[in-house]
Structure formats: C-alpha cells, structure tokens
C-alpha cells in the first residue's frame, strides 16, 4: 500500500470536502438572509452539495481501493455504499425540514449547516482505517448532532434530549477511547491492518489487555447503535429531538456506528470473532427483545418509533453474528431499506405534528386515513414494511437476516427473532387501524395536516423505493454484496 500525496489525498476526502463547502456556503449565505421565505435556499444549497458528494462517491465503486493521509482513510466499494446510503439519508432529511424548520421556528441556518457536517463526520466513519480516525469522524458527527437535538429552543424536551445525548456520546466516548488505547498497548499500532496482521500471531489472541479493548470498543459502538443495555436514554433523545433529526439519528447514527463496527470487528478483529460474536449473540436478543416489548407500550409515535429502532438494531445484529458474504451482505441491505422506510414514517409524522409538539400522541391518528387517504396509505406502507410484511422491502430485509443466521447455524437466534417480529405486528397495525378504522373521540379536536412539496417528495421517494426493493430486491443485494469482497 502506497503513501497518497497532494490531490491525490483530497480527491479521497472528495466527499467530506463537497459537504464541507456545502456547510461553509450555508453560513456565508445564511449572513444575508432577511425573511423566513429566502430560509428554504439554503435548504437547496445543502440538497445540491448531497447531490454533488454522492457523484464524487459513485466515482470510487468499481475501483481498486485508494488508500490516503498515510493509509489512514480508503476509497473502496464498502465505503462508497456507505456514503451512498448517508447522502440518502442525509438529502432526504433536509427535504423534509424544509417546512418544518420555518413552522418550527429553528434557526435555518445553523440546522442545515449541522446536518451536513454531521453527514461530514459518518462518511469518515465509512472510511476511516485507523481507530484515531475512526474516532475523529465520530466526534465530528456527535458534535454536530449533540446541538440539532436541542434545536427546538422552545422546548424542554429539546433540551433534555441534547443532555441527555451529550452525556451518552461522553460515556461512549470514553470506553470507545480506552478501548483504543489498550488495542494500542497490545498490538503497538492504531491501524486496522496492522492490528489485524498482529492479530495473525495466535499466540496473542488471549492476552487480557487486547480482550479488554476488543471489550471496551465493542461497549462504545453498542452506546451509538443503542444495543441493550446502552439503549436506555435513547428514547428520551429521540423524543425531544426535532423530529426530522430525530428521523436522522434512527437510519444515519445506526449505520455509521455498523459501518465502522463491520470494518474493525468483520475485518480486523475477525480472529476474535468466537469472543465477540458470542456478545452480540446475547445483545442481538436483549435489544430486539426489549425494544419489542417497550414499543407496545407507547402512547407517542416518536417513543414507538424510537423503540422500534432499538429492535431493528437487534435484527441487524443477527446478521452480524452469522457473518460471511450472506450475513454482512445482509447487513448492508437492510440498512438500505431501514433507511429508506423509516425516514418515510418520520415524513408522516412531520406532516401531522404541529409546532409546540402536538398531534404526537397516536390519538392524534384516529381517522387520519379517512380524511386524508393518500397520507394514510403511505404510512400503511411504511408499517407493513418495519412489521415485515410481505412484499415490501422490509420482509426481503429480514427473509436475508434470518437465511444468513440459518445457514451459520443459529437456528435459536432466528427463532427468537422471529417471535420478536410477529410481536412488532400488533404496534405497527395499532397506528394503520387508528388512522383508518377509528375515529377522533368526542369533543377532540381533528388533527390538522401540513403539506410542503418537498415533504411530499420525500413520502414519493420511500414509498416507491419500499415498494419496489421489495420486489425486486436482488440488484440492491447485489450491489451489498459487492461492497464487501474485503471481507470475504
């Protein structure tokens, strides 16, 4: 592996440095906006530097993986996937805050420019291939999204929720940290590849010190991907988060914090692979578990949605521990759909909610499909696809999780899984019957529905994309499986 110098290194961080322009042009711009009604350009300014970061990523599939900044980050075809799938999410996010910014009444300015430096700090995650990079890109994504959480300055829930998310990125942060530290101490190098050619000498691989790290880092990305038993604040962040963020944090957090964990644990930790896939076996079941359970007991959407993410993380854990071309791949396809579907019901939740946190409650759904039935459709759809239902991509998702675990042999895991899936029915089907099949109480007043086109083009986009990987699902599972040969 060669030393990358000059342009070379740049057009590496190609991504990262359009998104960087992007936020930089927002600011310079956001200086001479007087009204609310020039707010939605810079919006556009953002959209088009997601636009313009993807094209640089899609310039890197297909090519012999570049390494630069003395090996310390890669452009290959896992983190170009990646990137893809946070520029998604990203552009999608700013879409739909569109009008909720202004109605809200949050500084436009310093939302969007946060968003993309957040989405900054993920695709570095994706690419980084050292620990103090790694750690560098999750800071940069932390930060930003530690000040979003709290944007709503009318209410303390916002606040509680930026709090409550500072104080977990500081505990995560730590053991993430110590974790590295002690992988240092026992393999003299932060690079994944030396770690892993170190890992190589078998004699090591009961050391106490390297054990400990793997441990510590293990804990630290569990905090990101809200893996039980560090998933405890996680609602409550969710919640008082402005809701596009919200939706944000649910698809984009989770897969950076995968991403990063597939490239140390799948690649250069895989010769401790019988120590921590025995942990996320144990994990996997408490989180998909416990966000089941919690999630029939909420009376808000966001909370509901927030457990139901928690779930979905253990799912993706399934194909974590099976591993191989099947599970990883696996892994990779059901953060395409997750993305996809959840960023759709959070549009449906922006359409309905109303400034000052109303219409959160599901109440606030009762026959909203009557009135509304476009609305009500599309929120069937994105229900029916997080339940697993068939033929939305959700059910494609999860049919390739649980293959993968069978093949390996975790016929038990699958079989948990499964009955944790039949019981994410019933809350998925409470909010489709509330809207359609019940009506506001008496005297409750009906609740009102904002549309913005872009919004609508947000609900266009996830539903046709549920829908249609759904169908036709192999292409996108081969295009996750191409992204990672490295590992095979």
């Known amino acids: 592996m060669g030393i990358e110098t000059g342009t070379v290194m740049l057009s590496i961080i190609g991504p990262e440095v359009v998104l960087v322009l992007a936020a930089l042009g927002i600011m310079m711009t956001d200086l001479f906006v007087k009204s609310d009604s020039e707010q939605p350009f810079l919006m556009w300014i953002g959209f088009v530097g997601m636009l313009g970061a993807l094209a640089v990523s899609a310039s890197f599939w297909g090519k012999e993986a570049a390494y630069g900044f003395y090996g310390m980050v890669v452009a290959d075809n896992f983190s170009a996937f990646f990137t893809t799938l946070f520029l998604i999410a990203g552009g ?23 968003t993309l430096f957040a989405t900054t700090g993920m695709v570095l995650m994706a690419q980084s291939t050292d620990l103090i990079m790694l750690f560098l890109g999750l800071e940069v994504l932390s930060v930003s999204l530690y000040v979003l959480a709290g944007m709503a300055q009318d209410s303390t829930r916002s606040a509680e929720s930026s709090l409550k998310y500072f104080m977990l990125g500081a505990f995560s942060t730590g053991f993430l940290l110590y974790g590295i530290a002690l992988l240092y101490g026992a393999c003299g190098s932060t690079r994944l590849a030396d770690i892993g050619s170190v890992l190589a000498q078998k004699q090591i691989l009961r050391e106490p010190m390297l054990l400990a790290g793997m441990g510590l880092l293990l804990t630290g990305f569990g905090f990101k991907i809200a893996m039980a038993p560090f998933h405890r604040w996680a609602p409550d962040v969710y919640e008082g988060a402005p809701t596009p963020i919200t939706g944000f944090m649910s698809v984009g957090v989770k897969a950076a914090a995968f991403a ?7 690649g250069s930790l895989a010769a401790l692979s019988p120590h921590w896939k025995e942990l996320l076996w144990i994990g996997s079941v408490l989180t998909m578990t416990i966000g089941n359970v919690a999630a029939l007991r909420q009376t808000n959407i966001k909370r509901m949605l927030a457990y139901s993410s928690i779930a979905h993380a253990g799912y993706i854990l399934i194909g974590v521990v099976a591993g191989g071309s099947a599970g990883t791949g696996a892994v990779l396809y059901y953060l395409l759909v997750y993305t996809l579907m959840n960023i759709g019901a959070f549009a449906v939740v922006i359409t309905i909610e109303q400034k000052g946190e109303k219409n959160l409650n599901l109440s606030a759904y009762a026959g909203i499909g009557s009135r509304h039935l476009a609305l009500g459709a599309a929120m069937a759809v994105f229900m029916f696809s997080l339940a697993g239902i068939p033929p939305f991509s959700g059910f494609m998702g999860k049919f390739y999780i649980f293959s993968a675990a069978v093949k390996e042999g975790y016929i038990g895991l699958t079989i948990i899984a499964v009955l944790n899936s039949l019981v994410s029915v019933y809350y998925y089907l409470r909010v489709t019957v509330m809207m359609f099949m019940q009506e506001p109480e008496s005297g409750a007043e009906e609740a009102a529905v904002f ?26 599972l081969q295009f996750a499986q191409d992204s990672i040969k490295m590992f095979l």
């Open 92 to 114: 999608l996010t700013l879409l739909m805050s569109s009008g909720y910014v202004r109605a809200q009444g949050i500084a436009a300015g310093e939302y969007y420019t946060l």
């Open 260 to 266: 990063a964990l597939l490239r140390v644990f799948a």
């Open 451 to 476: 549309f913005h086109p872009a919004l609508a083009g947000v609900l266009l986009i996830a539903i046709f994309f549920t829908v249609q990987m759904g169908l036709f699902p192999s292409s996108y």
